[in-house]
């Protein structure tokens, strides 16, 4: 049984062993909810929550996931300027104008009390000022953060193509962002002056008390104890929609407005385009057309907008819809049928659940990212609120199965409308991710057919509604009517951020109930590009939500240990027996499991004294339950006092020992990867770098890494074929046990690296030599430099607490060894700060070595002139420290080795042109060619397949040597040829980050039209023309003479205005494929093939992976992978000292910060120096001198940069998260 298994039946046996016996639940259900409260069953479907978890975490959510981040789905159209319908809101907002503050206080209490009784009359139709009241008044929010209400646009003025037209059902988007110069913003208001004194915000006034104790965020479940049966706070059987029904029926309605807002058989949604229908049909039975207008509440005027929903997350805004609700569940009863008294029936049922999902989905959301980014509590990024969501379900977890109901009815939809959506044309402009999305989609849709999901998508069967009733006709227009009804309250939010979230998930579930109720013939003519997109978030909502659930629990049920007072405090000197019964006995026993398990997950004690310490628990030890009563909170406490209570609880697992469990050396990827997991896994690390800043060679990785997801396939890719890609490359020196484990771990480490580490991995490509798509990359930045920055931040957090210790400057001499040969330790030397070398010896029974290659080290016996001496005059990529240290430490220890004649020649480096004979070079990776790139010769000829193995393309190259032609074997004094590789434009923006990133470095050029190429390339324009055109002939047919059959970025037709981007290439040495022999699990290996006890390597240090030749993409793959297998395996020993792995926290109220003050381009210049060096990034400027040194990539990325504007440079190669960690000392005001 593991420790998660070990959990849930700890947590069941205390929902067994206690019994909550007082009135006040509030209390004890703040330490009651199980991780599995929403379980079993789902009520009006044919599956159960376990099964709809595991399709989901199998299947549907990373595929969802990565599909709303492409450019047509997270595109959202929304009118966010339509006014309330509710007058009686709008009257209110007047009153109090009038009467002052007085009316702020009484304003909850009139809506409650007279919103059912009062008629529901639209508004007039003037705009309103959104921008005052949602200031965003959060917990901690920082003076100067953006209102939390505020919908964060997409920065261009550029209107997409499928708003110009009128219409989302076709046409191309060639942006994302929003608006013409011209519209009104979605904060501005075109009121005059007198209507915006009349009027001011309802329920969201800029903060005042919004979040205090009692105070609750926007969709969040009520708490009114009087209301259990129903915790949305009312009855289901009003007969406010009877009433309404029945005007309907009459045509009595009490005004015209009022008929407009409620007369759902009136099409008004000018998006749906649909023919007038009669009521129903001759035969008594509702058109086929009824359920086409399902949407048409959902309004979009004048105001209609486009918003990145990537860049709007859902979260807690400050804002209180309380009334949203209220309005919602009581205006709009579910009594479909007229009958009040009666129980609901099935279709009552079915809508009042997918409300409730929805609202139990914001609120999930709302616990998820409840505390905003706060410097002066230490908050990088919003936090989430487990008590909130605590508080929430413990009570009521039907609403969680709710959610799981809305899930199900929503993937039904999907699987219905599978057919149209199959072969739906995605078309944004951008061809690349309009593809991506495309073959996400499809994946989705096809996941359906596998056995892990296959019951979810038929759970729900919409044949069921409408077939039993007496009156059907009535009942269908009735539940769209209310349907209808909830949509046009939506207008009645008043904070931006919550309105656009309504909205879109309105529209979702109006489109999954088009799809599911008409006829399957009508699919393909009845849904809009902007239906399609909100069904799909929708669909990604409640997918998200899922997952929530479990992840608040988690996040729950590992933090809460502390104790909270109760009115029956028990003195120390009491009978502690009596602790196993009321609420004082479950919080106590609560303690108690919560304090074991944290320790348990900190790797603090064993696992025999965990089960121990838990059975003990169970049985209500005295001493243990007193210790947890009054230590529970204090976990080192706690710890140290246990081997003085009774003699049966065993501690025998804990020991003092403040050896460190690793020694990592080197802090590439690889050591990095090692060291991370071993922190997680509560172990301690002594981490070495020779050099004065951590990330090696891996901190310059371009192209990206590579992974296979056999479940989560989006190009139909698969296992087999990435291992056969793999052993292809590695040719006859392929070791199929490593290839094997590299492969099938390539899933679960891209997945570690953007959940744990929070790297962006959403841009996937295809490199040379890959049969399909699968080197990921980040959306923004050079994919080493976003790893290495984020991975090493994440170690650095564990710097505070002594878990691990960094060493810089620092470089290991000789492993330390135990009489009977296993690795103990390190000996090596310390550059201190002056200058001076001090002498280290250190010890651990494991040593890791993670040093990297040794291609740069071209000295006299060294390995490259050992194995490889035709390669010595050879440039390299790899940093001049690469000289293959570990592989000496290694061999001296008694270490093999394999393939160390097996160094790559990389057939990209750019020759830069204002120092084209320096030995370094910066690699141009496979991504240059993945998305289009071609070699030219200087003939102006291509002559190769350019996404061939690496060890192709350079045999191509040195072929224009005759004497390498003929023997196959590159002579040193032969000089090093080079090559074009030329870019067309639509090739270029495949790789836009890091085209700009060349450009700027000028290793890349502009050049417009082909007689300018002809030009730069020194040769006549026919003979480039000549070239390009037998290209693009081969692209339309589809294979070329070197057997290419995939051709990106083709240049256009018209040569002579076509944009290229070109620049010089060489070949190059870039890695090191021999090195020390291991097994699968990471195990140092000696000449026979042994294992050398407490000897480990990972990465490039390591040999036998690749072969003859590395598969581009892979070693980033090989880092991650062996560095987390060795981070998992190796043993943690337990500590009797709690070690906290969080970042310090302010401890009271931070300094306000100072107004920054404006900084003019003459001073900024004057900073220039790596010893003062200013940058002005974003329109701020930062003081870098402290950081230039330890800059991962180098200082010569900053220095150059010093004393200027360097936002281009930066966001050619970085996230501006990375801006997170540095504060400006001012603003750039260029003059």
């Not at 370094?920 to 289009?932: P, S």
């Amino acid at each position: 049984m593991n420790r998660n298994q070990r959990l849930i039946s700890a947590s069941l046996l205390l929902l067994l062993c206690g019994s909550i016996t007082t009135a006040d639940t509030t209390t004890a259900t703040n330490f009651f909810l199980p991780p599995n409260a929403a379980s079993g069953p789902i009520e009006d479907a044919t599956c159960d929550v376990e099964q709809i978890e595991q399709a989901n975490d199998s299947q549907l959510h990373v595929i969802l996931r990565e599909l709303m981040t492409t450019s047509f789905f997270r595109s959202f159209a929304v009118d966010l300027d339509q006014t309330c319908p509710l007058t009686q809101w709008n009257k209110q907002k007047k009153k109090g104008k009038a009467d002052g503050a007085a009316a702020e206080k009484t304003t909850d209490a009139t809506l409650s009390s007279s919103s059912s009784a009062a008629p529901f009359i639209p508004a007039p139709t003037e705009e309103h000022d959104e921008s005052e009241g949602c200031a965003g008044d959060l917990p901690d929010l920082d003076p100067d953060a953006e209102p939390a209400c505020h919908v964060d646009l997409d920065g261009s003025n550029d209107q997409p193509d499928f708003l110009s037209g009128g219409g989302f059902g076709s046409g191309a988007s060639t942006t994302l962002s929003l608006a013409t110069p011209s519209s009104p913003s979605l904060e501005s208001s075109t009121a005059d002056a007198a209507t915006e004194e009349e009027e001011e915000e309802f329920e969201c006034d800029g903060g005042k008390d919004e979040l205090d104790d009692d105070a609750e965020p926007l969709c969040s479940l009520a708490t009114d104890d009087s209301s259990s049966a129903n915790p949305f706070g009312s009855s289901f059987e009003s007969a406010a929609l009877h009433s309404i029904s029945e005007r309907v029926v009459q045509q009595n309605w009490e005004s015209e407005s009022q008929q407009q807002t409620f007369d759902w058989n009136k099409v008004s949604d000018p998006v749906v385009h649909i023919p007038e229908a009669p009521c129903n049909d001759e035969t008594g039975n509702l058109p086929e057309t009824f359920w086409l207008d399902t949407c048409s509440k959902i309004k979009a005027g004048e105001g209609l907008r486009v918003v990145n929903l990537q860049l709007n997350p859902e979260r807690n805004t400050g804002y209180n819809g309380t009334h949203i609700w209220t309005a919602i569940y009581e205006e709009n009863c579910l009594a479909l049928d007229g009958d009040t008294s009666a129980p609901m029936c099935y279709e009552e049922r079915v809508l009042y659940r997918l409300l409730s999902g929805l609202h139990t989905s914001t609120t999930l959301s709302i616990a998820k990212n409840y505390y905003p980014p706060s410097k002066k509590k230490g908050r990088a990024n919003w936090e989430p609120n487990p008590q909130y969501f605590i508080d929430k379900f413990a009570d009521s977890p039907e609403h969680l199965r709710n959610l799981h109901f809305s899930y199900v009815v929503l993937l039904r939809a999907l699987k219905k409308a599978s057919p149209v959506l199959y072969n739906y044309e995605i078309k944004t402009g951008d061809i690349l991710d309009d593809e991506m999305a495309t073959i996400l989609m499809r994946r989705l849709l096809d996941s359906m057919i596998l056995k892990s999901c296959q019951n979810v998508f038929t759970a729900f069967d919409e044949n069921l509604m409408f077939k039993e009733q007496v009156n059907a006709i009535t009942l269908q227009e009735n539940f769209k009517g209310v349907f209808h009804n909830v949509s046009s309250i939506l207008d009645c939010v008043q904070c931006q951020q919550c309105k656009l979230h309504g909205k879109m998930a309105m529209l979702g579930y109006g489109t999954a109930l088009k799809i599911l109720f008409l006829p399957d013939d009508m699919l393909a003519t009845s849904l809009s590009r902007n239906e399609i997109v909100a069904f799909f978030n929708t669909i990604a909502k409640m997918s998200e939500s899922v997952r929530e659930v479990r992840e608040l629990t988690n996040m729950y049920w590992s933090t809460h240990t502390k104790l909270e007072k109760s009115d029956a405090v028990v003195s120390s000197g009491s009978d502690t027996r009596l602790l196993s019964t009321g609420i004082d006995g479950i919080d106590v026993l609560d303690a108690a499991v919560g304090a074991v398990s944290s320790l348990a997950n900190q790797g603090l004690i064993d696992e025999s004294t965990e089960t121990n310490l838990i059975q003990q628990a169970f049985q209500r030890n005295p001493e243990l339950m007193v210790l947890s009563k009054h230590y529970g909170s204090n976990l080192s406490k706690f710890l140290n006092f246990l081997p003085n209570i009774d003699s049966q609880i065993s501690t025998t697992g804990m020991t003092a020992n403040d050896e460190p469990d690793a020694i990592v050396i080197g802090t590439g990827l690889a050591g990095l990867s090692a060291t991370l997991n071993i922190l997680d896994r509560g172990g301690r690390v002594v981490l070495i770098e020779k050099e004065h800043r951590l990330g090696g060679n891996s901190n310059k990785a371009s192209s990206g890494i590579n992974a296979c997801c056999p479940q989560n396939s989006t190009y139909g890719d698969y296992l087999e074929s990435f291992k056969e890609d793999t052993i292809r490359s590695a040719g006859k020196s392929s070791t199929p046990h490593l290839i094997e484990t590299l492969v099938e771990n390539s899933e679960a480490a891209v997945q570690w690296l953007k959940d744990r580490v929070g790297v962006d991995l959403s841009v996937l490509a295809q490199l040379g030599g890959h049969g399909h798509k699968r080197t990921h990359r980040p959306n923004q930045g050079m994919v080493g430099a976003e790893i290495i920055y984020n991975i090493q931040r994440a170690v650095k957090t564990y710097e505070n607490s002594g878990m691990v210790k960094i060493m810089v400057d620092t470089r290991v001499t000789q492993l330390k060894r135990s009489d009977s040969g296993a690795v103990v330790g390190v000996e090596g030397v310390k550059m201190t700060k002056d200058g001076k070398n001090e002498t280290i010896s250190l010890t651990s029974p494991n040593v890791v070595l993670a040093t990297g290659g040794f291609a740069s080290d071209r000295s006299s016996g060294s390995y490259l002139d050992r194995y490889r001496p035709e390669l010595m005059r050879m440039p390299a990529t790899a940093g001049e420290f690469s000289t293959g240290d570990g592989i000496t430490l290694g061999t001296s220890a008694g270490a093999g080795i394999v393939d160390m004649d097996k160094v790559q020649v990389h057939p990209t480096g750019w020759v830069d042109p204002k120092d084209p004979s320096n030995p370094g070079k910066i690699l141009a990776g496979e991504l240059m060619r993945g998305v289009g790139g071609i070699l030219m010769n200087h003939e102006g000829e291509r002559f190769c397949n350019e996404l061939g193995t690496r060890a192709y393309v350079v045999d191509k190259m040195f072929g224009h040597d005759p004497q390498y032609a003929k023997t196959k074997t590159w002579n040193v004094d032969t000089e090093i040829p080079t090559f074009s590789l030329v870019l067309s434009a639509s090739a270029a923006e495949g790789a836009q980050k890091h085209v700009d990133h060349y450009l700027n470095k000028g290793l890349l050029t502009r050049i417009d039209g082909l007689d300018a190429l002809a030009n730069w390339m020194k040769l006549p324009v026919a003979k480039v023309k000549a070239s390009l055109l037998e290209y693009q002939r081969d692209a339309k047919k589809g294979k070329d003479a070197w057997g290419k059959v995939t051709f990106n970025g083709v240049p256009q037709k018209d040569l002579s205005s076509e944009v290229f981007y070109a620049g010089k290439i060489t070949p190059v040495l870039h890695y090191c494929m021999g090195g020390l022999t291991i097994d699968k699990d990471g195990n140092v290996l000696n000449e026979n093939n042994e294992i050398i006890p407490g000897l480990h390597a990972a990465g490039e240090v390591s040999g036998g992976v690749h072969g003859d030749n590395r598969l581009g993409g892979n070693s980033l793959l090989e880092c991650t992978v062996f560095g987390t297998i060795v981070g998992k395996k190796i043993p943690i020993r337990p500590r009797n000292s709690i070690q906290s792995n969080n970042l310090q926290q302010g401890g009271g109220a931070a300094d306000k910060p100072a107004e920054l003050r404006n900084i003019s381009t003459d001073e900024l210049q004057q900073h220039n120096t790596g010893d003062d060096c200013w940058v002005s990034i974003h329109g701020l400027v930062y003081d870098l001198t402290d950081f230039v040194d330890e800059h991962p990539a180098g200082p010569e990325s900053i220095t150059e940069l010093a004393g200027k504007d360097g936002t281009e440079e930066f966001q050619a190669v970085h996230g501006e998260n990375i801006l997170e960690d540095f504060d400006p000392i001012g603003t750039f005001v260029p003059v």
